[in-house]
């Protein structure tokens, strides 16, 4: 089973807040790419980054974990820590983490921060689809191939057809991957109490913007914010004061 012991954290402890930041990081990153981000609030803050499980120096899992998984192991490590009120910053993937926190363990979250934040499914072209189930069945074809003559064949479908991130994930994390992006946490976000700031790139292909002005529609007490030129990752680098002094206005 995985457990709280077993992912990286780095703490910046600050005994007399009352408040704790925690830094969720999003798929493929780790916690330094929210770092320059994080840093900014130490001096009144306690800060935590974390490095997600099978991310920089974090353990990869021993099974496939949903966005669910990784809030129970969270709820789990804030338990250990002392009593403070938990705001959430999560980039992309680390969102949805955040929505599985809000809804089943709302007293962990005080406040939370969507940056570019993931867990809709995107509106498909229907040619986009049809590849889609095509590259599916051969896939499942290979894997049935292999497993009848011992070859090789799924594995160099995915090094050819697949996407950078699914390349790149190895073991269990690979199963994770899928079901982090066939994931749709839509039904969940009425559910959601706590306010919500929402950071989108007008750029962005990934989570686009009318990812953020759907959440802003179903969650009650959330704000939009559209950083103009800003894209997927370079909203974490290049435009970082802009995010600082966002969150600075929403944590006030």
């Known amino acids: 089973m995985a457990s709280y012991q077993d992912f990286y954290y780095k703490i910046y402890k600050n005994t007399e807040a009352k408040h704790r930041l925690i830094f969720l990081h999003g798929w493929g990153l780790d916690h330094k790419s929210l770092e320059q981000i994080a840093t900014y609030f130490t001096d009144r803050y306690e800060v935590i980054l974390i490095d997600q ?5 974090s353990k990869a899992p021993n099974k496939a974990l949903d966005s669910f998984a990784y809030a129970e192991i969270y709820q789990e490590f804030i338990q250990t820590l002392p ?16 929505i599985q926190l809000t809804t089943n363990f709302p007293g962990l979250v005080e406040k939370a921060v969507f940056i570019a934040g993931a867990g809709l499914k995107r ?3 229907i040619y986009f ?4 189930k095509i590259l599916k069945l051969l896939g499942s074809s290979c894997k049935i191939i292999d497993k009848i003559f011992n070859t090789k ?3 160099v479908f995915a090094n050819k057809f697949g996407s ?11 199963e994770t991957l899928i079901k982090a992006v066939t994931e ?10 706590c306010p919500i700031l929402l950071l989108y790139g007008s750029k962005d292909n990934v989570t686009p913007p009318e990812f953020g002005q759907i959440f802003e529609k179903a969650i009650r007490n ?8 800003a894209d997927h990752n370079s909203i974490l680098s290049s435009y970082y004061p802009q995010l600082q002094n966002f969150i600075e206005e929403f944590l006030d």
């Open 53 to 57: 499980y099978g991310c920089g120096n």
């Open 129 to 132: 689809k049809i590849k889609a």
């Open 184 to 193: 749709d946490l839509s039904n969940k976000l009425a559910n959601i109490n």
């Open 164 to 174: 950078s991130d699914y390349k790149a994930a190895k073991g269990f994390m690979r």
């Open 123 to 125: 509106k498909r072209s």
């Open 83 to 98: 009593s403070k009120e938990n705001i959430w910053i999560g980039h992309s993937y680390g969102a949805r983490v955040i």
């Open 222 to 229: 959330s704000k939009l914010i559209m950083i103009k030129g």
């Open 153 to 155: 064949l799924k594995e």
